[in-house]
């Protein structure tokens, strides 16, 4: 065994991966394929709403229309904001109500 002294340095990262990795790297991925966060979960539901397909439809044509100009000061600012006020509206009555 090497002496402190002796040994490579060794980072946060590798100090980390050594503690978490398991001998078998298929086990590792369906671990991480498995973790999903109920916030994660519940934007996804609420994105397929009407109500917040149409502010995304809204922001995709805003995002071509000024995406095919050269030079312009126009942004998309509002129609961001419209679809995570559609959506965070959706998930904050979803997720305080399950905390209930």
Excluded at 4 to 19: A, F, H, V
Excluded at 71 to 78: A, G, P, Q
Aim: aromatic share 4%.
């Amino acid at each position: 065994m090497l002496s402190p002294q002796q040994q490579p340095d060794m980072g946060l990262e590798d100090e980390q991966r050594m503690l978490t990795e398991s001998g078998d790297p298929k086990e590792k991925e369906e671990e991480e394929e498995e973790l999903v966060g109920p916030l994660t979960a519940v934007r996804e539901q609420c994105g397929q709403l009407e109500k917040c397909v149409k502010a995304w439809e809204w922001l995709e044509l805003c995002d071509e229309h000024v995406s095919s100009r050269s030079l312009t000061e126009e942004d998309c600012t509002e129609e961001v904001f419209d679809f995570l006020h559609a959506r965070d509206h959706c998930v904050a009555h979803k997720l305080f109500n399950s905390l209930k």
